[in-house]
């Protein structure tokens, strides 16, 4: 994703718990650095103004016009003049807390990597049977083709995530997998259920149920909205290898199709086909009584495999305890599979030409308080939104929910992937020998699994593509043209407002919450008001008030360092000096003298005597005498 789509600015975080009230601030990789900057120069400014602050406060505490020892009178002079390096506790003090101030100023910082998209355009792609009277035949292929050249991209993509982001732990820490509101949806897989399915059809077998949970618009799916305005969406997958062998019509014909000229075809009977065309793609069927089950949608995977194995497969779906002998075929009958290039006694082969892993698909719709009933995605269509109670903001999500669940189901899964959705492509030995390692025996357990994730991965994906469709060169008859053009932006008021609230996460930007930058920014401003206007005249001026003994202001004046120098110059002699506000400056104007020698002589006072004032401050280098 570009940096040009992601939103800059305030915005609400509806997902950050951690935060008060959520407002951030989302600046550019270009602008966010400087900020940084200008915030650790500003505290570190701030700092100091505290730390003279914190000097007078003390210094005030403890002044006192009773006699006291050296070691007060130093220390008082020390705070005076803010030195830190003498005063042990005050300066671990300070430093403590500035420790705490750029904890707390790096919070306000890391206020997480989620960040708004915004995209040249929003929208889905157009659907094919919309405008078909008004299209001629070239433009309805260039439709159709641009519409599944992109959604196979899109599909890639998200099988691509779902490999690296939804295996193995070690992968989800990297940076590939920090992109969507959630790194992986969790699922719940129950290996152990009943066939769904009538007794004719399940055979020996048990059933696996792989359960998505609900998955929150806002939490798992970064739509962006305040919690009376999310839904939940929920699957549940159930599958089981079926004896669909048992409802073969009859042996291998060598006959041919017209519209497939050349293919051999072994037919099963599992149903009615309603459809115009007869082929060996997938098709809408109307189930047989075996397969008919309430409140689902029916998927059929069928496997035709001629892949060998170098040792036996005892997985239902992938059974392969056959040689390449054919009086072991078994079902196969008369088909004949290609010699093994490691000799018939190593490579085993599937047991059925086919083999079909029944699946029901059941989705539920919820709106906080209360759920659909699980059922097909089709079921009570009719009813508006399934009967559930919607505010404007929920019924655009639902709708955007329930078009993105519509293309991540198996039927468009199995259509855009193909055999690369399977994990025992990864048992190949080669791409260039139809040869796999062995398979485990619950490999179609594995596959049910990892197709539900490719297919969460897929939503995640569609949800942002909603947002900010990516921008795909596509060849069509009229030249080269991108697939934004075939975008139908949504019309609704409430379907153009789900457009602006699509959350992922890019590090490449900098979040900053804006209530913690308003704290560091009233507090710092605070503290150096304080030090430069009120402090200390605002504080004497109370002490005047409170009839507070004068030695207070006293002290903290003529403790300033340089009326301490000149103390001590005018005790050698070096002066005299007049005092021009808080500032002393020698009554003669431009009196020189020399700093080294004050320190090491005495004034000769009989020289000085009867001199003008002219002679006055000269020093003279003699040796101290004992009177």
């Not at 966010?32 to 210094?59: D, E, K, M, N, R």
């Not at 083709?145 to 990297?174: E, H, P, V």
């Not at 020996?204 to 609900?214: E, F, R």
């Amino acid at each position: 994703m570009g940096w040009d789509m992601v939103y800059t600015g305030i915005w609400k975080n509806w997902n950050d718990e951690k935060q008060v009230s959520g407002l951030t601030l989302t600046m550019s990789p270009s602008h966010g650095p400087l900020l940084i900057a200008f915030l650790a120069l500003f505290v570190s400014v701030a700092s100091s103004h505290l730390w003279h602050i914190l000097c007078f406060t003390l210094h005030q505490s403890i002044s006192t016009s009773s006699l006291r020892d050296g070691l007060h009178h130093q220390i008082q002079a020390l705070l005076r003049n803010n030195s830190s390096i003498y005063l042990g506790i005050p300066a671990i003090a300070h430093v403590t807390l500035m420790t705490i101030a750029s904890i707390f100023s790096a919070r306000i910082l890391s206020s997480g990597d989620e960040v708004l998209v915004r995209g040249s355009s929003c929208g889905w792609m157009d659907q094919i049977n919309e405008g078909l009277s008004d299209m001629n035949q070239t433009e309805l292929q260039d439709k159709t083709a641009g519409i599944f050249n992109m959604g196979r991209w899109t599909a890639m993509k998200a099988l691509d995530y779902a490999q690296t982001c939804y295996g193995s732990i070690n992968f989800t820490q990297s940076s590939a997998c920090k992109f969507y509101a959630t790194t992986a949806i969790n699922i719940t897989a129950n290996s152990n259920v009943p066939c769904p399915f009538g007794e004719k059809l399940c055979g020996l077998y048990h059933g696996i149920k792989v359960d998505t949970g609900l998955v929150d618009s806002n939490l798992h799916l970064g739509i962006n909205s305040k919690p009376s305005g999310r839904i939940q969406v929920r699957k549940v997958l159930t599958c089981i290898p079926t004896t669909a062998e048992e409802h073969y019509s009859g042996p291998w014909q060598n006959s041919d199709l017209s519209v497939i000229p050349g293919d051999n075809f072994k037919t099963y009977y599992l149903g009615r086909n309603p459809g115009l065309y007869e082929s060996n793609a997938s098709f809408v069927f109307s189930p047989i009584s075996e397969l008919r089950v309430a409140n689902s949608d029916i998927v059929l995977l069928n496997i035709q495999s001629i892949v060998g194995y170098t040792s036996e497969v005892l997985d239902p779906w992938f059974r392969a305890t056959s040689t390449n002998d054919s009086s072991k075929t078994g079902s196969s009958d008369n088909y004949v599979f290609p010699p093994s290039p490691y000799g018939t006694k190593i490579s085993y082969y599937p047991d059925r030409i086919v083999s079909v892993l029944g699946c029901t698909e059941q989705y539920q719709f919820c709106n906080n308080t209360n759920c659909s009933e699980l059922d097909g995605l089709y079921a009570n269509r009719s009813s508006p939104y399934l009967g559930l109670t919607f505010n404007d903001e929920q019924k655009a999500i639902f709708r955007l929910l329930w078009n993105a669940v519509f293309g991540v189901t198996i039927n468009y899964g199995t259509f855009f992937f193909g055999d690369q959705l399977l994990l025992a492509r990864e048992k190949l030995l080669s791409a260039q020998l139809a040869i796999s390692a062995p398979l485990p025996s619950n490999q179609w357990e594995l596959e049910v699994t990892n197709i539900v994730k490719v297919m969460l991965a897929a939503l995640q994906r569609r949800v942002v593509d909603y947002a900010s469709p990516p921008d795909i060169p596509l060849q069509m008859s009229t030249g080269r043209v991108s697939s934004l053009s075939l975008i139908e932006p949504p019309k609704a008021d409430a379907d153009k407002q789900i457009c602006g609230i699509i959350r992922v996460r890019n590090a490449a930007y900098f979040n900053f919450s804006l209530v913690g930058l308003l704290a560091v920014f009233i507090v710092a401003i605070s503290i150096i008001s304080i030090n430069l206007f009120c402090l200390p005249g605002v504080a004497f001026w109370v002490q005047q008030k409170l009839r507070r003994d004068l030695h207070l202001q006293r002290e903290w004046t003529e403790g300033h360092l340089l009326r301490l120098l000149r103390t001590a110059f005018e005790s050698h002699g070096a002066g005299p000096w007049v005092t021009d506000g808080e500032i002393p400056v020698t009554e003669v104007p431009g009196l020189r003298f020399s700093a080294d020698q004050v320190w090491e002589v005495k004034i000769d006072t009989a020289e000085n005597q009867g001199t003008d004032t002219e002679t006055v401050g000269r020093i003279v280098n003699v040796e101290e005498q004992t009177k």
